[in-house]
């Protein structure tokens, strides 16, 4: 019993071990990610600012510049008045903002009829707009930027995950057969001493069927085993009784019947099973002379 109990508490232990290693892993995915995600947005958005800014200053000097390109052909800069066209000279006469409105349109016309011609130098393109060098970490070149590096370390931490599981499933499937063998262990060994003081008593392992405790409670401990009755189904909790027999489930017919040939006595209520596949043990002080079967659920002699 002690050796089939150390291989279900090795098999118990190899499961939990991966199960921590896996809650483990889930946690440092979730983490990555989020870091990764927070730094990846600080940077982004501190190099947009930057291109931001980049781009106003170029607007202003390009403003500059191209003010400077046309007051180098406008008549109005020479102190000459512009000739324009016939509609413009209509403007004109018209006085107040309209006049200063066919001035305006007149300069243009004539600095641009100059430049055709070839009388005035062509004026200079400014140069295009050029954005600031992305930081290293957003465009490494032949490098690996943050989210190459992101996505690198999360398919590692994905694929050692997946191995964890895989052998979670083989370690759950070796506890699964460590437990069993466990169960029948005990329960042969709980029923020598009735085989041999009993011809009748035959060991049935469908009444030792026991769920495996989930990888929430503890090891099993070999607890040392002490002989039991054989196992029996229950008897009943409750007898039909004969007009005039008092109902109270505390008689002396009630308590009879609860008492199986074999000495095991059922408990006044059904007992309630715990998460391991056990029943509980009512509540109350112990019967003299006897213990609780938790896996029958009745009260058996010692």
């Known amino acids: 019993l002690a050796e089939v109990s150390h291989d279900y508490n090795k098999a118990f232990q190899m499961s939990s071990r991966y199960q921590e290693r896996i809650r483990a892993l889930e946690h440092q995915i979730n983490l990555n990610r989020h870091e990764s995600r927070a730094k990846l947005t600080k940077l982004t958005n501190e190099y947009n600012y930057q291109v931001t800014m980049k781009k106003k200053q170029w607007l202003q000097e390009k403003k500059k510049f191209d003010m400077t390109q046309a007051k180098s052909v406008f008549p109005t800069t020479f102190r000459q008045n512009p000739v324009g066209t016939q509609a413009t000279a209509n403007f004109r006469r018209l006085g107040g903002i309209a006049n200063l409105i066919g001035t305006c349109m007149a300069d243009i016309v004539d600095a641009t009829t100059m430049i055709t011609e070839g009388n005035a130098m062509r004026p200079q393109k400014f140069p295009p707009f050029k954005p600031?060098?992305?930081?290293?970490?957003?465009?490494?070149?032949?490098?690996?930027?943050?989210?190459?590096?992101?996505?690198?370390?999360?398919?590692?931490?994905?694929?050692?995950?997946?191995?964890c599981v895989?052998?979670?499933?083989?370690?759950?499937?070796e506890r699964k057969r460590a437990w069993k063998k466990m169960v029948k262990t005990k329960a042969e060994f709980e029923m020598q001493p009735i085989q041999q003081g009993r011809r009748g008593a035959r060991f049935d392992p469908s009444n030792y069927v026991v769920q495996m405790p989930g990888l929430?409670?503890?090891?099993?401990?070999?607890?040392?085993?002490?002989?039991v009755a054989a196992p029996r189904p229950r008897a009943p909790a409750f007898s039909t009784a004969s007009p005039g027999v008092s109902q109270s489930k505390y008689s002396a017919a009630r308590v009879r019947a609860r008492i199986s040939q074999d000495g095991c006595v059922a408990p006044v209520s059904e007992p309630k099973k715990t998460k391991d596949g056990l029943y509980q043990r009512p509540a109350g002080r112990t019967r003299k002379g006897m213990q609780w079967d938790a896996v029958r659920g009745i009260w058996a002699p010692e």
């Not at 290293?136 to 931490?157: F, M």
């Not at 895989?166 to 499937?173: G, T, Y």
């Open 166 to 173: 895989n052998r979670l499933k083989q370690s759950e499937e």
């Open 132 to 163: 600031p060098p992305a930081p290293p970490s957003l465009s490494p070149g032949s490098g690996e930027s943050l989210a190459q590096k992101a996505t690198r370390l999360d398919e590692q931490l994905r694929h050692q995950h997946q191995e």
């Open 216 to 227: 929430g409670g503890g090891p099993t401990k070999a607890a040392s085993p002490q002989p």
